[in-house]
C-alpha cells in the first residue's frame, strides 16, 4: 500500500523565519510528487514534481524531489502570516489516478 | 481563473436520508474525483470517474454511495442513507489530463444529526 509520511506534524515559527517541510514516500509505479496547501478549505496547488534534482520555485516557495531517496522538501523563506496554513503532499503513481495525501504539515505563523 | 465549483457549501441532514452533493468541475476537463476530509484527520480519496463511468473506488466508497455525471457539467455524489460518521467535509476535483494536478472546489460540509 502506498505511504505518505509528512513531518514536522505541526510548526510555529515568527513572521520572517524561513521553513523546510519534508515529505517521504513508498509508492509503486511512482510518476510525480504534488504539494497542495489547505488554508480553511479546499485544498490548492502548489507544485508538481517529476524530475529529481530540479528546483521549482513560486516567489517565496520553492520544492525539490529526491527519487533515490524517496522524498521532497519545501521551503518557504521570510514566511508571512498568509502562510499558515495545512501543507499537502501525494505521489499519484502510473495506473492509479487517485491522490493519497499525507497527513500534512501544520504550520502556523506568529506575527 | 476557472474553478471547481461545489453546492451546497453546507448541508444538515437526518441520518438515513438520502443527500446529493453536486459540483461542477473545470469545463474542458476530463477527470473527475471525489475526496472527503473529517473534522481533524486526512483528506480521503472516495472515487475517480472518467469517460462516464468509475475508474477507481476506495473501501469507505461501498454501496450507499454512487456518482453521476448527468449532463455534460454537472459531477453528483449520492449518499443513499446517511449514517453519523458521514459527517465530514466533501471536495469534488477535476483535471484535465493524466499528468495534470488536481483542482479542488471549496467543497461541502456534510453535518449528519
Known amino acids: 500500500e502506498d505511504k505518505v509520511v509528512q513531518s514536522p506534524l505541526s510548526l510555529v515559527v515568527h513572521e520572517g523565519d524561513t521553513v523546510t517541510l519534508n515529505c517521504s514516500y513508498e509508492?509503486?509505479?511512482?510518476?510525480?510528487l504534488l504539494w497542495y496547501k489547505q488554508e480553511k478549505k479546499a485544498p490548492t496547488f502548489l507544485f508538481m514534481l517529476t524530475s529529481s534534482g530540479i528546483e521549482k520555485k513560486s516567489g517565496r516557495l520553492s520544492s525539490i524531489l529526491d527519487k533515490k531517496e524517496l522524498f521532497s522538501i519545501l521551503n518557504i523563506t521570510a514566511t508571512q502570516t498568509g502562510d499558515s496554513a495545512v501543507y499537502l503532499c501525494?505521489?499519484?503513481?502510473?495506473?492509479?489516478?487517485?491522490?493519497?495525501f499525507g497527513t500534512g504539515t501544520r504550520l502556523t505563523i506568529i506575527p | 481563473e476557472p474553478e471547481v465549483t461545489q453546492t451546497p457549501s453546507h448541508q444538515v441532514t437526518q441520518m438515513g436520508q438520502e443527500v446529493i452533493l453536486r459540483c461542477v468541475p473545470i469545463s474542458n476537463h476530463l477527470y473527475f474525483y471525489w475526496y472527503r476530509q473529517i473534522l481533524g484527520q486526512k483528506v480521503e480519496f472516495l472515487v475517480s470517474f472518467y469517460n462516464n463511468e468509475i475508474s477507481e473506488k476506495s473501501e469507505i466508497f461501498d454501496d450507499q454511495f454512487s456518482v453521476e455525471r448527468p449532463d455534460g457539467s454537472n459531477f453528483t455524489l449520492k449518499i443513499r442513507s446517511t449514517k453519523l460518521e458521514d459527517s465530514a467535509m466533501y471536495f469534488c476535483a477535476s483535471k484535465d489530463d493524466n499528468n495534470s494536478p488536481l483542482h479542488f472546489g471549496n467543497g461541502t460540509r456534510l453535518t449528519v444529526t
Open positions: 501525494a505521489p499519484p503513481n502510473f495506473g492509479n489516478e487517485k491522490l493519497t
Open positions: 509508492v509503486t509505479n511512482f510518476r510525480s
